[in-house]
């Protein structure tokens, strides 16, 4: 079975534009978590989705926003990005009731200058 | 609310010897709790998790915890440290009580092998 995948990778972009960063999960899976992970705050929590709905959502605020699409491939956006925002974006997927693991991709690197 | 605090923020053994990573958890319930392991530009990968079955919980790599409710710890042991062993490790607990994948990790700890 394939792993989760993100794309892209890496990506840099400026303050004050807006990114938008994929992930795919493993086949059957139908929850998506999404996490920020820095050397400063840790790994956080942003959003999970469970079949295209938003089912849990971390303190962020609202200029971190996702979605998930009916192939439960899911999708994060950032708009007016700040230097702050600059972190490995993390996402998992899991079969999507409590207590099952979560399987994580390897990350996108979004650098903002 | 549920969180967790690993009490090491690093750790250096020697190969061949043995591995303790720390973790203490906070919970007005019985929580599910999970150690994950993350080498250097790589995601994160599980190790084990408990969910109130046996409350010692072997993984992969020969890695175990064990759930002690007494002590509110869920420490992570090896018998004999490898180098590949290296990384950062995570210890987590899901947050909530339905069908909620809200994840609180630790701080982590990040453990040295030497020759």
């Known amino acids: 079975k394939a792993g989760v995948t993100q794309t892209p990778r890496y990506l840099i972009k400026t303050r004050g534009q807006q990114v938008t960063l994929s992930c795919s999960p493993i086949?059957?899976?139908?929850?998506v978590s999404w996490y920020q992970q820095t050397p400063g705050q840790g790994l956080q929590f942003l959003f999970e989705?469970?079949?295209?709905?938003?089912?849990n959502k971390g303190n962020f605020p609202g200029r971190f926003s996702g979605r998930q699409f009916s192939n439960s491939r899911s999708e994060m956006n950032v708009s007016t990005l700040e230097l702050g925002d600059s972190a490995l974006y993390l996402c998992?997927?899991?079969?999507?009731?409590?207590?099952?693991?979560?399987?994580f991709g390897p990350g996108t690197r979004l650098t903002v200058t | 609310a549920q969180s967790v605090t690993q009490l090491d923020s690093h750790v250096s053994v020697s190969e061949g010897t043995p591995v303790l990573l720390r973790c203490n958890y906070s919970?007005?319930?019985?929580?599910?709790l999970f150690w994950y392991v993350q080498h250097p530009n790589k995601g994160l990968q599980l190790l084990l998790k408990y969910t109130s079955a046996a409350t010692l919980v072997k993984g992969i790599n020969g890695f175990e915890a064990e759930f002690k409710k007494s002590e509110t710890s869920f420490h992570l042991t090896k018998p004999s440290a490898h180098m590949s062993d290296a990384a950062e490790y995570f210890c987590v607990v899901i947050r909530g009580w339905n069908n909620n994948n809200d994840m609180r990790f630790g701080a982590g700890t990040r453990l040295t092998v030497k020759p």
């Open positions: 919970s007005s319930y019985s929580p599910s």
């Open positions: 086949s059957g899976h139908r929850s």
């Open positions: 998992a997927s899991s079969l999507g009731q409590r207590n099952y693991e979560q399987y």
């Open positions: 989705y469970f079949s295209e709905t938003q089912r």
